[in-house]
């Protein structure tokens, strides 16, 4: 009992996306999906969603070849897609959003409650009001309230497309456990994620792709996480985390870039101290609500200081909006890049002129030919390919993407780097990318603060980290003494022994 | 739901302490005579601002209502001498088949629907001029009948109000108990989401200004038949009239919220205090005054109960780099 691939191939005229593709899924277990951006992954979640018709192949479900030719008949076989921008409507309740997509034209609310609760406690989320508006949800539970969508369709497979890239932990919790209770019901369930360590938490098997073809299949129990990216990028990939260059005094008699001092804010309970050189790169780490983006968020203008002083480069600096923040030299990459980062359906120099633009005032030039040469020369030191400056930024990879968010910021010139999540979303191999660019910049002067709920990325990366919990800062540690273990252990006890 | 109960409370409160006011300090404010004529214009400009509320509803805005009803209300009066029923059915599929089309062209081009409907608001007027170029269509002295009838007094209010506020009412049923209806919310809340979920959005923007044609062709010919004339510069008052209860009930111009009974009270507000403005006396000036001040009123009156903003005005704002308030 099993969801079968057998043989799938698609080709663009010459490229072929997917050739030869075969692997099968059983009933009852979670079966994880990687591979790099371009590897074929979305290919074959659009042949899976019926929205792409493979030009070789055929899909079994139990045995029975399976019609998926278009979405309808693909959701008819019983395929669910979850993908991930969800079509959850916020302006609508949860029963609401469950009528939409029922097959009767007439709503009958008080019977789509019973059933939509129904769904919503098979998912673990049985005590939430469906009255309620979509909108008002957290994004994991939107993310379920989805997957019930689908659920009420009987799908027996289900494709989850990255479904924790935009979550916090809490709301990852309730999507695992969810995932972990489907795939118990005995249906098929395919998890295609960027976050290797979900592989072990919730998966039993894996297949790798690589360039359209299969390149590795194995049982998650007995693997490594080097085995796993050597399938992805196709070499070793030992040096994720680029070394620190060279600095004349990394701690001691260079002067400070940023020093907080018993900063405070609404969302802290105690103060936060840190003391930023030039070219030195610093983690917060918390779990979510733990206030460890609070600092990054203070600096940058965006939650008010209550108590406490900044010094940026020895002068006094209390933004109130983004604007004092970028003329003090002070970049932002808030973690919704989508919201936040770029235009997305705007053209890549558009974005990465647009701080220039703003900091040559209301009666500056808008000189069209001079902002894209002033995109180039940013893209140049960002490496950014100068293909993309007039593509739309939601076509770029997840890393180009963060590339363009950040980059953006180079033209002010600035002083100080904020990141929270720099690589949220971002592939394995384009991560590395991400962050040997980081660190170049940082070696040419700039200090660099990041949050982030990945705590890979936080020892990898950072060179010092300031530990969060319970909405105080406990304590900062040189990365070098720290271990995951440990690290997890002062996130979630605020002390080092459990 | 909290925040629906909220708005709708608001509106209620508001028509209570407008009638209570008016009733005790404007003489002849608080006789049937002056109900029956306020409940017969509720039903009437609530008749179009329902139809913009489908159209608004769904992210949209039908600004050429009243081209749309005076047009109507011509062709009807104009076929009146050989049958009246014929002349009504004709309007009312004729909007209906323009309305699809205007619909069809917004679903298919993406082009603006304020743009397109103003050129519709500009245009039908001039086809209006051209049907009737001197004197108004009037209604067959043999069809003064039909005239009297709808302003007969039927209780509170006339046959007319009635018509009006059944078909008004039967729309929000149907806008709550059909999938149609939801999905009119829907492509409202989110385009790409709305069709992520299965919804024929063609289909939807079809319906919507469709029935905010056929809604305005039906005010207009009530109005039409209630007064026995419609000329070509007749019922221009009708968009301004519709949007304004619209947006007073409480209709987000971002689309994907409204609900009809807030719209009837909009319309119901408005109509007081048009209605005591003119037992005072008073200037048309005074009036539009008055009911700018309450438009301007009622829009920062939810705003501060949170029951229109949405999150795309966070959004909005975040964009534009300005921190949220949190």
Redesign the interface.
């Known amino acids: 009992m099993m969801l079968e691939i057998l043989e799938l191939s698609k080709s663009y005229g010459a490229v072929a996306a997917l050739s030869g593709v075969s692997f099968s899924a059983e009933r009852g277990k979670v079966t994880a999906l990687l591979g790099e951006n371009g590897a074929g992954k979305s290919t074959l979640v659009k042949i899976l969603s019926g929205l792409v018709v493979p030009t070789e192949g055929k899909i079994a479900l139990d045995g029975h070849i399976i019609d998926t030719s278009t979405p309808d008949r693909a959701s008819k076989s019983g395929v669910a897609v979850v ?1 991930q ?9 949860i029963t ?2 469950f ?4 097959p ?4 009958r609310r008080a019977k789509a409650a019973s059933a939509c609760r129904a769904y919503l406690d098979r998912l673990g989320l049985g005590d939430v009001d469906v ?1 309620r ?1 979509t ?1 008002s949800l957290s994004v994991g539970e939107r993310q379920l309230v989805e997957i019930a ?1 689908m659920l009420a369709q009987d799908a027996q497979v289900l494709v989850l497309d990255e479904p924790t890239a935009a979550l916090g932990d809490r709301d990852i919790a309730l999507v695992h456990q969810a995932v972990r209770r489907l795939a118990a019901e005995g249906k098929v369930v395919l998890y295609i994620t960027h976050r290797l360590n979900e592989l072990e938490e919730i998966c039993e098997q894996a297949v790798v792709l690589r360039n359209g073809q299969v390149a590795d299949r194995f049982a998650t129990a007995d693997t490594s996480i080097a085995r796993v990216i050597y399938a992805m990028v196709g070499r070793e990939l030992n040096e994720l985390y680029p070394a620190v260059g060279n600095r004349a005094e990394p701690d001691g008699s260079s002067a400070s870039n940023l020093v907080l001092t018993g900063l405070r804010t ?1 969302g802290l309970l105690g103060s936060v101290d840190l003391d930023l050189k030039p070219g030195e790169i610093v983690a917060t780490a918390g779990q979510i609500g733990s206030g460890f983006v609070e600092p990054l968020r203070a600096v940058a ?3 008010a200081m209550t108590a406490g002083t900044m010094r940026l480069q020895g002068k006094a600096y209390s933004p109130r ?3 004092e923040r970028c003329s003090a030299g002070v970049a932002y990459c808030s973690a919704d890049r989508q ?2 980062g770029f ?1 997305p359906d705007r053209p890549v120099w558009e974005t990465m002129s647009a701080p220039a633009l ?1 900091a040559s005032g209301l009666w500056g030039s808008a000189n069209g030919q001079r902002l894209r040469r002033s995109t180039d020369r940013l893209a140049d030191r960002m490496t950014i390919s100068l293909a993309y400056r007039d593509r739309a930024v939601r076509a770029l990879s997840g890393g180009n993407a963060q590339k363009v968010s950040i980059g953006k910021w180079l033209s002010n010139d600035p002083q100080l780097l904020l990141v929270e999540e720099p690589t949220r979303g971002v592939d394995v191999g384009a991560r590395a990318e991400v962050y040997r660019v980081i660190r170049s910049l940082a070696d040419q002067g700039l200090s660099v603060l990041f949050a982030s709920t990945d705590l890979d990325e936080v020892l990898g990366f950072g060179e010092r980290v300031m530990i969060f919990h319970n909405r105080r800062q406990v304590e900062t540690l040189p990365a070098s003494a720290l271990t995951r273990d440990k690290l997890a252990t002062w996130i979630t006890h605020g002390s080092c022994n459990g | 739901m909290s925040r629906l109960d909220k708005g709708l409370g608001l509106r209620l409160g508001l028509s209570i302490l407008l009638i209570v006011i008016c009733a005790i300090e404007v003489d002849g404010f608080a006789t049937m005579a002056t109900l029956a004529s306020i409940v017969e214009n509720v039903a009437l400009i609530g008749l179009l601002a329902a139809g913009l509320m489908l159209t608004m509803v769904a992210g949209q805005l039908d600004a050429a209502v009243a081209s749309v009803a005076a047009v109507s209300a011509i062709i009807a009066l104009l076929l009146g001498p050989y049958s009246l029923v014929l002349g009504i059915v004709v309007a009312l599929v004729v909007a209906g088949l323009y309305g699809c089309g205007i619909g069809w062209i917004i679903a298919r081009t993406g082009v603006s629907s304020l743009v397109l409907t103003v050129c519709m608001l500009i245009g039908l007027r001039g086809l209006a001029l051209i049907l009737v170029p001197q004197s108004p269509a009037v209604l067959a002295d043999g069809l003064l009948w039909v005239s009297d009838g709808l302003v007969a007094r039927v209780g509170p209010t006339t046959v007319l109000g009635i018509i009006g506020l059944v078909l008004i009412l039967a729309l929000g049923l149907g806008m709550r108990c059909t999938r149609l209806g939801l999905s009119l919310y829907a492509v409202g809340g989110n385009l790409e989401r709305a069709r992520g979920s299965g919804v024929n959005t063609t289909k939807v923007y079809m319906v919507a200004f469709a029935g905010s044609a056929m809604l305005a062709a039906t005010a207009g010919i009530l109005a039409a038949l209630r007064s026995g004339s419609a000329s070509g510069t007749g019922l221009d008052s009708f968009l301004l009239d519709g949007v304004t209860a619209a947006v007073v009930g409480g209709v987000s111009l971002e689309g994907g919220r409204g609900s009809i009974i807030n719209v009837l009270l909009g319309s119901l507000i408005v109509r007081i205090i048009a209605a005591a403005a003119a037992l005072l006396g008073m200037q048309s000036s005074v009036e539009s005054i008055a009911t700018g001040c309450i438009l301007l009123a009622m829009l920062l009156l939810d705003d501060a109960l949170g029951t229109r903003r949405g999150m795309k005005t966070a959004a909005r704002w975040r964009v534009l780099g300005r921190p949220l308030r949190t």
Request: net charge negative; no cysteine.
């Open positions: 993908q921008e969800i079509s959850v409507l916020p302006n609508l309740s609401e959003n009528m939409l997509t029922a009767s034209a007439l709503l009255g508006p909108g969508r609404a203008g965006v939650t909006n983004h604007r919201l936040d235009f703003a």
